[in-house]
């Protein structure tokens, strides 16, 4: 298939601040005494009525219920110059150049909360805000989330602002029309109209880090609405003028806008938004299981009759879905009701609980329709959030270059469920040494070469000290031994 290229739409000062990316096509719970074998109703997508009138919608009230509550985002990013031997010469340094950016953003709360792009203030040094009636104000970042490329800000206006509510962006229908508003070439208060292409699309714009544990939730809704270089954390809203998405993404050959745009859902953005403001961070739920889409000849291998759904093809140990009756082949097919079709849909579903919220999975599994409860767990097998330091009794991560893993100490209810002492748990995996072992996340390391281990700090001293191979001993939280034999060097 043709290649397209994915454009960040955001502006560089007068001009455009935009990176054009390239996308190529392509504890225990309570559950019942026995799994449930009984028939439940199929997933499927309600036939909608079709409208007999043929009159063309207004937008007027949407407009004007929006726009006055986009803002414009400016920033300043200072930024070292390299050396230059005319200045080196006369005992002088490089001047720093100051680097100019902006995008849009949309206040959320009349106290003057405003959600964006991480992309469009990344890195700044200075973040000013523009109101549609001319007032300028000082912006702080209170939060970000690179994970779904999310932020927001805070500004002390002389009194209440304007705010657009949220809608449910997981009512919106493909065909619906929808409003983007933004600042397009830092053109104030631009308001352009299209409809909803596609839903739940994963476009690979957005890219994780093992170091830092972030890893990208994307499932966007497509529309066809103009958006440029400037339009970033810009509004996206329905004719009833609610937030149904913040505009991130453009599809482009040229940077600018070609016909397609994306929006990171307000089911994603509401959720961010709230951890941040109430947190400040993100508590990410996870449901534990390894997918792949349906496909035809996986629907006749395992006696669907239908290509949906996501297929699972593994449990990850010491997580929720590991404790309830879900097992590698079920297909899962919705999440509390809500259908679920592919992976994108999946990670939005779940990316609105938070860890130790309970949610009902519906399932296939020998052509027969059931379903389960499950508790969402963190990453690191807890149900109730704990910051690290909290957990650990000490900020202690660090990242293992060597084994291309990160690891911390193991976390107080962990250790203390399994019966352990020190240890060191694997929390981020990259391609490498421990990988290619075979070893998983969550895997809680307690020795080397027959010698314990206490904390992280003796994984690293290991790799230093031994030329030779390594025996690496340990548990996963649901309790399960394992042996991994690796070389350090080649």
């Excluded at 726009?67 to 070292?80: E, G």
């Excluded at 690979?204 to 440029?228: C, K, W």
């Excluded at 297929?311 to 919705?334: F, N, R």
Aim: one cysteine or more.
């Amino acid at each position: 298939m043709k290649n397209h290229i994915i454009s960040a739409a955001f502006g560089l000062g007068a001009g455009c601040f935009g990176a054009i990316l390239t996308l190529n096509s392509h504890g225990t719970i309570e559950r019942p005494e026995q799994r449930q074998e009984r028939s439940i109703p199929a997933v499927t997508t309600s036939a909608y009525a079709i409208s007999e009138s043929t009159e063309a919608p207004s937008f007027i009230e949407a407009a004007g219920r929006t726009v006055n509550a986009v803002v414009h985002v400016k920033t300043l990013q200072r930024q070292t110059t390299a050396p230059h031997p005319w200045f080196e010469l006369f005992g002088y340094g490089a001047p720093d150049r100051i680097a100019q950016g902006s995008g849009s953003g949309v206040i959320v709360d009349e106290r003057g909360y405003i959600v964006t792009n991480n992309h469009v203030i990344d890195q700044a040094d200075v973040v000013m805000v523009s109101l549609n009636d001319n007032r300028t104000y000082p912006a702080q970042i209170v939060g970000t989330d690179p994970s779904t490329d999310l932020a927001v800000l805070k500004i002390e206006p002389s009194g209440l602002v304007p705010t657009v509510p949220f809608g449910s962006s997981s009512e919106v229908r493909v065909g619906e029309w929808v409003l983007a508003v933004g600042n397009p070439f830092d053109l104030t208060s631009t308001v352009t109209a299209g409809i909803v292409s596609a839903k739940s699309r994963d476009i690979d714009i957005l890219h994780g880090d093992p170091r830092t544990m972030e890893y990208p939730i994307e499932s966007f809704i497509q529309t066809d609405a103009a958006v440029n270089p400037g339009n970033s954390g810009g509004a996206l809203v329905n004719t009833r003028g609610e937030l149904i998405g913040i505009n991130t993404a453009i599809a482009s050959r040229t940077g600018s806008y070609s016909g397609y745009s994306f929006a990171v859902p307000s089911s994603i953005v509401e959720k961010v938004v709230g951890d941040l403001l109430n947190f400040g961070e993100v508590r990410r739920a996870y449901l534990g299981v390894q997918i792949e889409p349906v496909t035809e000849a996986l629907a006749k291998e395992l006696n669907l009759d239908y290509v949906s759904g996501c297929a699972i093809t593994g449990i990850l140990p010491g997580s929720g879905a590991a404790e309830s009756h879900l097992q590698a082949g079920d297909v899962v097919l919705a999440i509390d009701g809500t259908p679920i079709s592919d992976y994108p849909e999946l990670q939005e579903c779940i990316a609105r609980f938070h860890p130790g919220d309970i949610v009902t999975v519906q399932y296939a599994r020998d052509g027969l329709l059931t379903e389960t409860d499950v508790e969402l767990k963190t990453r690191a097998g807890l149900t109730a959030w704990a910051p690290a330091a909290e957990s650990t009794g000490e900020d202690d991560r660090i990242w293992i270059e060597a084994a291309s893993a990160g690891l911390s100490h193991v976390p107080t209810a962990i250790a203390a469920s399994l019966g352990t002492d020190g240890g060191a748990q694997v929390t981020s995996l990259a391609d490498g040494k421990f990988a290619n072992a075979g070893i998983r996340k969550g895997f809680i390391i307690t020795k080397i070469n027959s010698k314990s281990v206490e904390g992280p700090a003796d994984v690293e001293s290991a790799f230093e000290e031994n030329d030779g191979g390594l025996l690496v001993e340990g548990l996963y939280p649901n309790g399960q031994k394992a042996y991994y034999g690796m070389a350090v060097r080649p």
